[in-house]
């Protein structure tokens, strides 16, 4: 159950940032605020490992085939980075879509291992997206992390402590089965994030499906159907997401010209790059170009 204060605290934050819609960013480097006044359509956007905190409307998200739908209450554990869809699906000027954003840390899942304990670690893969209801233990815990954007003289001190403990429920969580595969280095979920790793580090490599099960550790049938398992799409689907979002970063951020991103994530042939940017983004590339 998500209280009014913590809604209106959040919202009162959003209103004093000067970002009307959309992102807000905190003093806190792990932690962002979403807000929208009205309904969006479905965007392309890459989920980094993360929980989101829905404290009023509601949210959908788009994985290959997969719909996730969460609302007030709940929250997305996102144990991967995955290409997805997304839209906000309720919100209106009177009652706005309002979440807190927490980035998740792999070093602190990895750390926790001996206190979360074999016993609750799941055998079975899934998904690198779950959505689930939110423990009022957690809430409070997300709660006190906000109430550190307003005391940055204590945040040095508390915000560690605080990240730990709810890096500590998200792993405890119904839904964060996924995160507590990453507990186990040579797990699936694991393998396959030391891929997505790799595959960050250089998106025009010229990369086989061969070439990323053999970083993987795994055989080429294995790693396509575990990759597929998690992300809900081909690896080689999945890299030209990749690039294609990296490369609309690229345009928007850094003021590349639409040839020269193409060529940096691995392109050869602008006319193709635009294409296909345009079929995923709804625009063509030169639309979005910082100006």
Not at 41 to 46: Q, R
Not at 58 to 63: A, F, G, L, Y
Not at 229 to 242: D, E, F, I, R
């Amino acid at each position: 159950m998500i209280g009014d204060n913590l809604i209106d605290r959040v919202r009162a934050f959003a209103n004093s940032s000067g970002s009307a819609e959309g992102v807000s960013a905190t003093p806190l480097p792990c932690l962002t605020v979403l807000r929208s006044h009205a309904p969006t359509s479905l965007k392309a956007v890459l989920y980094n490992p993360l929980l989101c905190l829905i404290l009023q409307g509601s949210k959908e998200t788009v994985v290959g085939t997969h719909k996730l739908y969460f609302e007030a209450g709940e929250s997305l554990i996102v144990s991967h980075d995955v290409p997805v869809f997304s839209r906000i699906i309720d919100a209106s000027a009177e009652k706005p879509y309002l979440a807190l954003v927490i980035s998740l840390d792999m070093q602190i899942v990895r750390s926790l291992y001996d206190e979360v304990g074999e016993a609750v670690l799941d055998a079975a893969q899934s998904r690198a997206l779950h959505v689930g209801e939110t423990e009022e233990a957690l809430v409070n815990a997300a709660s006190r992390l906000f109430d550190l954007v307003h005391r940055p003289d204590e945040a040095g001190v508390l915000m560690p402590l605080i990240l730990r403990e709810i890096h500590f429920r998200v792993l405890l969580a119904k839904h964060g089965v996924m995160l507590r595969q990453l507990l186990r280095r040579e797990s699936h979920a694991s393998r396959l994030a030391k891929v997505i790793a790799h595959i960050k580090t250089d998106f025009a490599a010229p990369y086989s499906v061969s070439e990323l099960a053999s970083i993987a550790g795994m055989s080429t049938s294995s790693f396509h159907e575990h990759f597929k398992a998690l992300t809900a799409t081909t690896p080689l689907q999945y890299l030209k997401n990749m690039r294609l979002i990296e490369a609309r970063r690229l345009l928007m951020d850094k003021g590349f010209t639409v040839a020269s991103a193409a060529f940096q994530v691995g392109y050869e042939s602008p006319t193709q790059f635009s294409r296909e940017y345009a079929r995923k983004f709804g625009a063509a590339p030169s639309l979005d170009k910082a100006v």
